[in-house]
């Protein structure tokens, strides 16, 4: 069974960074798509970054240049390096992960982490 386990997540001031990681077991995880996304209360849920297994990524506009998504394939962890951070990126942080195929920010993900929460005070 895949899952999927989120950590990281913190209380930071603006300006911080922080480090999420994804562990990932139960299925090939070198060859998967894997994604991070997010979603602040009220909010819809926000792709920010998908990563294939050779390491190509894909970056929402809205977080190029602040974040930073890397795998390593043989620890089987993802991992979401934030630089810069803002209020507004205050949210509960998801990994994902899919088959190789269309790897994109708007591919749907077939598996999902329970998250972990993010919150960046002014």
């Known amino acids: 069974q895949v899952q999927l386990v989120e950590s990281g997540g913190g209380s930071v001031q603006a300006g911080g960074s922080l480090r999420l990681s994804c562990a990932a077991s139960g299925y090939t995880y070198s060859s998967y798509c894997m994604g991070w996304f997010r979603q602040a209360p009220g909010k819809e849920r926000e792709a920010l970054a998908t990563?294939?297994?050779?390491?190509?990524?894909t970056y929402a506009a809205s977080v190029k240049g602040r974040l930073t998504i890397t795998r390593d394939n043989a620890e089987r962890t993802l991992y979401l390096q934030m630089d810069s951070l803002k209020p507004e990126d205050s949210a509960m942080y998801y990994c994902a992960a899919k088959d190789p195929t269309f790897c994109t920010l708007n591919a749907a993900m077939r598996t999902w982490g329970k998250g972990t929460l993010v919150t960046i005070s002014s």
């Open positions: 990563i294939t297994g050779s390491g190509r990524t």
